[in-house]
Each structure stands twice: as structure tokens, then as C-alpha cells.
């Protein structure tokens, strides 16, 4: 199992360095302004419960592609409309205090009430979402 993980972290690894932004954008992956670490977006889901509310489940994984410990910020998630207005906006909790080199960590969140007319989600590291 360690020898697939590491697999899988080499190979979001490489993708992350060499794939186009326009890929990374259309697969969920995000990049914070002065961190040096890499989110993807594992998974993502919507759906409507029977009370009527709305949740929203969101899975990644945080990756440090670097040769230092590095140290792992709150995520700000913002689901936005079709026309970019912000709709919904929040924190997730790191998964981790900091990142050994080439390690990862994986995040999850929940939330329930969730507005309706988001159509695109962007997670980035750090404390202001914009």
C-alpha cells in the first residue's frame, strides 16, 4: 500500500510541474500565491438532502513537491456562479501542521445549506480567499 501511495505522490508530483495550467484548472488542482505546496481536488459532490438543505462534500489531497518541511496553511474554499460572483465561501482546516518533503496529506469537508448557483469550486492554501 506505502509503495502505491508513493507512486501516486510521485505522479501528482510530476503532473503539478509539468502539465499546463489550463489542465490543472479543469481538474480541480489549485496553487496559492506564495506557497510552495499543491492542492488537488480528489472529489466533489452535491447533493440534496431530504430536509431540503444542500451539502456539499469536497476530498483532496495537500502535496509538498519540495525538498523542505514546509508548513501547511488553512484552506479557503469559494464556490462561485457561472458569472464568478462568489455564492458560498469557507475554511477548511489543515490536514496536517506542516509537510515533510515529497509527502502529502489528504483533506476532507462538509458542509450543509449550501446556496444554490454554484457552479465552480476554487480551494486554495492561505488566508484570503479572493
Request: charged share 15%; with cysteine; proline share 8%.
Amino acid at each position: 500500500m506505502d509503495v502505491c501511495r508513493e507512486l501516486s505522490n510521485r505522479a501528482v508530483t510530476a503532473f503539478w510541474f509539468f502539465a499546463p495550467d489550463a489542465w490543472k484548472v479543469r481538474l480541480g488542482l489549485a496553487a496559492a500565491g506564495t506557497s510552495p505546496l499543491a492542492l488537488v481536488t480528489t472529489h466533489m459532490d452535491r447533493q440534496r438532502l431530504e430536509s431540503g438543505n444542500e451539502l456539499l462534500t469536497v476530498t483532496g489531497r495537500v502535496i509538498n513537491p519540495t525538498g523542505k518541511e514546509q508548513d501547511v496553511p488553512p484552506l479557503q474554499a469559494q464556490l462561485k456562479s457561472k458569472t464568478g460572483q462568489i455564492v458560498y465561501r469557507w475554511t477548511i482546516a489543515p490536514p496536517a501542521r506542516s509537510l515533510a518533503p515529497g509527502a502529502s496529506a489528504s483533506f476532507n469537508s462538509a458542509e450543509v445549506n449550501v446556496p444554490p448557483g454554484g457552479a465552480e469550486l476554487t480551494i486554495s492554501l492561505g488566508s484570503g480567499g479572493t
